[in-house]
Nanobody, 114 residues
Framework: VQLQASGGGLVQSGGSLRLSCVAS????????IGWYRQAPGKQRELVAS???????NYADSVKGRFSISRDNAKNTVYLQMNSLKPEDTAVYYC?????????WGRGTLVTVSS
């Protein structure tokens, strides 16, 4: 299984970006897919996840600003990020859990300028 993340870039504070995570296999077979981020000098943290049943979970720091969704027809999971803040600056990764294995995609850099 390969996961390809894209959509990062440079955006001003208050702006929006949409990240995409495209899987090489059907996302229907994924138990869950999540977005994680890692800022310089910090540990990687969960940002949002979506289960096979569509249940979503968000880190407190992004609730109300970020939205995760999936399009199984396109084997893609999206992370819509609104009202971005400088503290959202990080490399964003997607991870797919296809039991019993998990797979990481390469990261995409999001930089939010103040």
């Amino acid at each position: 299984v390969q996961l390809q993340a894209s959509g990062g870039g440079l955006v001003q504070s208050g702006g929006s970006l949409r990240l995409s995570c495209v899987a090489s296999v059907s996302t229907v077979s994924a138990n869950a897919i999540g977005w994680y981020r890692q800022a310089p000098g910090k540990q990687r943290e969960l940002v949002a996840s979506i289960s096979s049943g569509g249940k979503t979970n968000y880190a407190d720091s992004v609730k109300g600003r970020f939205s995760i969704s999936r399009d199984n027809a396109k084997n893609t999971v999206y992370l819509q990020m609104n009202s971005l803040k400088p503290e959202d600056t990080a490399v964003y990764y997607c991870k797919g859990f296809f039991a019993p294995y998990e797979y990481w995609g390469r990261g995409t850099l999001v930089t939010v300028s103040s």
